[in-house]
């Protein structure tokens, strides 16, 4: 069913960067024994359960405690207040401090953590944790991002920056406002362009607010040490979660050993600090080691994906080029910051799509509501900015009468020239990737168009993405007396195969079987800084960090042998080496490798900058679908995602990336949605909140990673985890409207709102409810 | 905690015995008493599939299963297929056709497809689909477990062969 | 999950008397797959339950009979019927709803006594049974009665038994050539409950529908037969325009109810489209033997 093309890439001379090698962990995941932090079971352990907010916004007027702590079995019932003993600001976050490690005063959304129950039994826990009552003074809510930016609602007091990114000082200690974040682009003229036009456009488009549902739930233990503390944490971030645990409790950062495991999962929700402030606060009020697991339920409560809207307005001379557009984009973050103020900028920017455009005008915001807060997931907000730049291209290709694959053919931003923050474009193969898109689906070959209620169409759609920036990575690379060799790297492996793609940088670079190379778990004890596991930059950041590591220690290796008389080069076995050296089987070498490319920081004013990204992300998806006209029902039954990723580093690897994020942003694009209900998620469970099965993916599925080259990146890889999300959901509505002639805007695209919008075409719309 | 109860049970193809309260899951049960952590609890509600064990033979969700009904039982988990290090058909088959990435579902969609392989030596696309339609993979790897499955069945279809000749 | 009492007698009788029907924490427990749900949720915290799985073999066996009718106790398990080469002849419309039941774990684990007395107007089998004719026996502890299906569901989650009384087993009468379908519509995912579950069955002759039962289940409170369709489909004339006259006839009918999986006025298309459709797959089904 699935077919794959990956084009023919280049095996590097030692055949291990290029090799489909099968993941080094493959055994341990099919035979049951991968050793994730859910394992984890420790000496005295107590089990916490969280007591949560029944509230959207309100003023706690009392915790009673009571009859929680008088249930046997219950270690301590603890609350806010506690962990002010040992935390006086326990306020934590990665762009704005601004998240309680439990509610104190107010409570801004339903789910929100007030309370916990220690119990050794899990089930005492549990049961205790019902007898905590609160008493709340309600207070009005907001929960539109379009409302919430005007409103005189304000889920925050002052806005609390946490001084890592320059940007965001100037909001220190802003009142009365819940944007978090405002950043605005300013290119050329767009009113001007507007004015002379021949066509204008304008079009709202909405997306939901969504969850990642890692199948692993967010776990961390934590456990006090003689040293300090330790957390085993499922988390994308050891490094983070390090800093940010020494900033809480004002220790050396060396005080604080932050242990991860392979992933069941992340996708962004295990990014930066979530639940490990509350388990290492637990564990050094108990003084025993504190396992705290969220359920499948909980994990809605704690983070998920921005609902977005986004009106974007286009001018369009008589030729079909695009001459002026204006965005504006609102997210809704939720009650907490996370990193939604990062996604509003570094996302935001290319909100105006991948076409050149001279004149442009953008606005992107961060809003505060009262809802579950909202941070990264799988695209870091680009799949919600391409749901609207591509449904608007194709309605304004339909509406000047134009193809839509010429149209964007007509715009399409090229190398060499500067994109809207006037960085000039490099290695963004987006021609290529929208050419073997249209070639792959057949777009210039006839199409079936359906009969009956059966009706049939097709849609393309392409976005792109610019890494994160400035992050750094650091690797270390030791060769053994033996000749075998071990990467240490804080790179999280999550699923997404980085232990084996580091472990062939590293086989290439010293030429020995990446199925040998030892990849060490992080352990901020043991292996180096990096920035997180996100927004694909793995490959690419920590790949040249690994690279530059191995290189050094194969230097470190040449050094050896020219100081012992051995010819540079000479193939003389390593472990030869160490004996000829050591006179024995002894000591080792260490190659450091670090790594942070160059980038400016985009103008406060302007929003420009001339190194905005050290690399693009580019993906695109075509489909054909069937819709059926009596129920709206849409089957997509052919789906082509082609992504620039550079040179593929593992090509096995690289297409399961693909195939899984395009169907991952299938699920966010036909079926998943949080439902609220006065702030209360009402679907929080896989029985209601409906993930993609293997029944609801397309018989046909095509990956293709177009030949390309990264220039700057290790083997000229560049990262891949997200760019088959970027056209998923555009593609898909522009196939809607080729076949029954309607356009849906707003996601998920419910077999009901097809069929609304197809009734409201032939005029006889369907009452409301 | 009060009520607790002795039940005796085969796993693995062991006799075993444990101290098991009535509120207990089998989930609980194989992590706590006997180490085995191949089932795993995600959805809490027998629609991921992560906590698949086989009891009597027939797959069952662990996480919604009292461990008291054990008692008599016969039950089997993913730590029992490999056998002496070596993987077994299926398993090798998911390792080559690549279909997991971050591997918490994966073993029960390895339980679910030994079983559907019993049942149904040469089952159709259309059949595996609908069989494995209760096991959720959030890494998206369907096309590739499709793959795994066809690929297993070709190879317990040599194998048999090769034992009949 | 909240610590609780645990039975497990050896007979129904035993089981019937265990349970107090005054205490609503008291409740029966087969393959619990529902019931687990609900404690896991919190939704219902038991203090005691009581097991069926010990009691008489008998309630776990089912035959299907030489006129072709299905005897089943209680506790058989939905997974045994499903791979019960003797059902699947006598009642392919059966074969063909286990397919799309939950999953296949949920049928190894849940009985046909659990599922029905359960009575979530989500469940697949329930509208089947109904169009098949089905009845209940219920036992209690002054003996047993039958109800028919039809009369088992009173509402939401609400059926006709006593608090007292245990469903021990099931009986499909012979089928006699009657075609029957079922289709399952969702709205979201394909693993979803269903939006609306539409069952059928026809007595056709030459041509003509003799007999339609028509159940709706899951866009409705409780599963429901569609008598007015039911109606206009005696003594017509299989084709179409029957379909078409059934379908818009239930959608008159039904009292369907808005929820996330869709607003009533869609489900009420969804009704009015599915009925046709169930009916034109009853029409292409092989009869019961």
Known sequence: MSVTQLKTHPLMPNGQVGRAVPRLESLAKVTGREDYTH??????????KIVRSTVAHGRILAIHTEEAKAVEGVHSVVTCEDIRAIIPEPFFGPAFHDQPILATGKVRYVG??????????????????????VDYEELPAVYDEVEAATSNVYVHETLKPAGTFPDLKHLEGKRDTNVALDYRLIRGDAEAAFARA?????????????????????????EPTSAGLTIHTASQSPSFVRIEMARLLKWPENRIRVKTSHLGGGFGAKLYIKLEALAAALALLAGLPVRVALTMEEQFYTITKHATTFRIKSGVDADGKVIARRCDVWWNGGAYADIGPRVTQKSGFTAAGPYDIDNVYLESVAVYTNRPPAGALRGFGIPQLVWAYESHTDLIARGIGMDPVEFRRKNILRDGRPHATGTIMQDAAIPEVLERTAERIGWDQPFARGTGTIRRGRGIAIGFKASISPTTSVAIVNVSADGSVTLYSSTVDMGQGSDTAMAQIVAEVLNVPTEGVCVVRPDTDVTPYDMATLGSRSTFHMGNAVRLAAEDAKTKLDQLATELGLPARSNIPVDQLFKKKYGMQAGNVIGIGSFIPSYKSPDHDTGLSDNVTPFWMIGATAVEIEVDTETGHVTITRMVNVCDVGTPLNPKVVETQISGAAIMQLGFTMSEKMELDAGQVTNASLADYKIPSILDIPHLMESEAVVATQHSGPFGAKGVGESATFGVSPAIANAIEDAVGVRVTALPITPEAVYRAMRAAANTPLEDF | MADLRTISFTLNGRPVTARVAPHHSVVELLQNEFGLFGARESCGQGLCGCCT????????????????????????????????????????AFIEAGAFQCGFCTPGFIMMTERLLEEHPDPDEDL????????????GTYPEIIAAVQLAARRRSAARLDKAS | ????????????????????????????ISGGTALMLMMKSGVFQPSKLVSLRRVEPRFSAFAVTPDGGLEAGALVRLGQLERADAVRAAFPVLADTFRVLSNVRVRNVATLGGNLAHADPHMDLAPVLMALGAHVTATGPSGSRAIALADLFRGYYETSLEPDELISGLSVPAQAGRRSAYVKCTTRAAHDW????????????????????????AAVETPTRMTEAEAALKGAPIGEDAFRAAGAAAAKAAEVTSDVRGSAP????????????????????????
């Open chain 3, 1 to 28: 999950m909240i610590p609780f009492a645990l039975e497990e007698p050896a007979s129904l009788a035993e089981a019937v008397r265990l349970i107090d029907p005054e205490d609503p924490t008291c409740r029966p």
């Open chain 2, 128 to 139: 595996i689909r609908h069989y494995l339609s209760g096991n959720l993979c959030r890494c």
């Open chain 3, 194 to 217: 269903p939006a609306l579950g539409v069952a059928v069955s026809l007595a056709v002759k030459d041509g003509t529908i003799e007999d339609a039962r028509i159940v709706l289940s």
């Open chain 1, 198 to 222: 021949a066509h204008v456009f304008a079009h709202d488009f909405t997306t939901q607010q969504v969850m990642h549902t890692p199948f692993e739930p967010m776990i961390s233990v934590a």
């Open chain 2, 53 to 92: 064990v086989k009891v009597d033979g027939d797959p069952v969700s662990a996480c919604l299963f009292l461990a008291v009904f054990l008692e008599g039982t016969r039950v089997d988990t993913v730590e029992a297929l490999a056998k002496g290090g070596v993987p077994s058909i299926v398993q090798q």
């Open chain 3, 266 to 289: 869609y489900k009420t298309q969804l009704v009015r489209v599915n009925v046709a459709r169930a009916l034109r797959k009853a029409i292409a089904s092989e009869g019961a033997a």
């Open chain 1, 112 to 133: 929100e953590a007030v309370a916990v129950v220690l119990a050794r039994d899990p089930h005492i826990a549990d049961a205790a944790a019902q007898l905590v009552r």
């Open chain 1, 39 to 48: 394992n984890l079971r420790l000496p005295g352990m107590l089990h916490a």
